[in-house]
């Protein structure tokens, strides 16, 4: 999509600092990083939640996953890491193509609204 910000991202039309690449995901550092490590993993085609690219192509969604699980390991998280996706207004999504949090690097708390 033309106007989506994460697809200007994976086509390198918007810069952004690369972690990691696989042939269908891209992983790159949070813009406004809630703890010493935030990336976000991004299938590098266009889904706009969990559930839409759940519903089309499941392998894909197990991709972004590993992908993400592999992030946490490069960043040597080994206290342990919050793995968060956002979906919908009351969970405060901005960004409408689907992406995976990994924050670790600092004790993150619970988990709260
Ligand atoms: P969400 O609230 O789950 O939709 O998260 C969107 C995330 O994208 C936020 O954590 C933003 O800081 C991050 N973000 C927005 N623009 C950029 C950008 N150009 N590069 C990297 N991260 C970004
Ligand atoms: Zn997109």
Do not use: W
């Not at 993400?68 to 009351?90: F, S, Y």
């Amino acid at each position: 999509m033309s106007d989506c910000l994460f697809c200007g991202i994976v086509a390198g039309r918007i810069p952004s600092t690369k972690v990691l690449e696989t042939d269908r995901t891209y992983a790159f550092r949070d813009l406004h990083p809630q703890a010493p490590s935030h990336v976000l993993v991004v299938p590098k085609d266009h889904y706009v939640d969990l559930a839409d690219l759940a519903a089309t192509d499941p392998t894909y969604l197990g991709e972004v996953f590993a992908a993400a699980v592999e992030v946490a390991r490069m960043e040597k998280l080994t206290g342990g890491h919050r793995i968060i996706a956002n979906t919908g207004p009351d969970s405060g999504q901005t960004v409408f193509h689907l992406h995976v949090h990994v924050l670790g690097g600092r004790n993150l708390g619970v988990l709260a609204g």
